[in-house]
C-alpha cells in the first residue's frame, strides 16, 4: 500500500482516531485507579491515578512554558527572513 493513502486514510478518520485515543487514555487512568503498585517508593504514589495525575501536571506546565517564556524568546517578527 502507498504511503500517500495510509495517510489520507489517517486524515479522513482523525475523528476516529482522535476518539480511540481518548478512550484508550482514559482505559489506562481508570487501570492505575485499580492497580496499585506493590511497593510504592513515594508517599503520594499511594494515591489512585497519581502516575495520571503527575503526567497531567506535567504537560500542561511544559505547555504553560513553552508558549509563555520560550516562544517570545525565539520567535521572529513577520517578514524576518525575507530579503
Do not use: Q
Not at 40 to 67: D, N, R, T, Y
Request: with cysteine.
Amino acid at each position: 500500500m502507498d504511503i500517500v493513502k495510509i495517510l489520507e486514510t489517517l486524515r479522513d478518520n482523525s475523528h476516529k482516531l482522535k476518539l480511540i485515543w481518548w478512550a484508550f487514555l482514559a482505559f489506562t487512568v481508570i487501570l492505575n485507579i485499580f492497580i496499585k503498585p506493590h511497593h510504592p517508593h513515594f508517599e503520594w504514589e499511594k494515591i489512585p491515578g497519581a502516575w495520571g495525575i503527575f503526567g497531567f501536571v506535567c504537560s500542561v506546565s511544559l505547555i504553560f512554558f513553552m508558549k509563555k517564556i520560550v516562544y517570545p524568546l525565539i520567535s521572529r517578527p513577520e517578514g524576518y527572513y525575507e530579503c
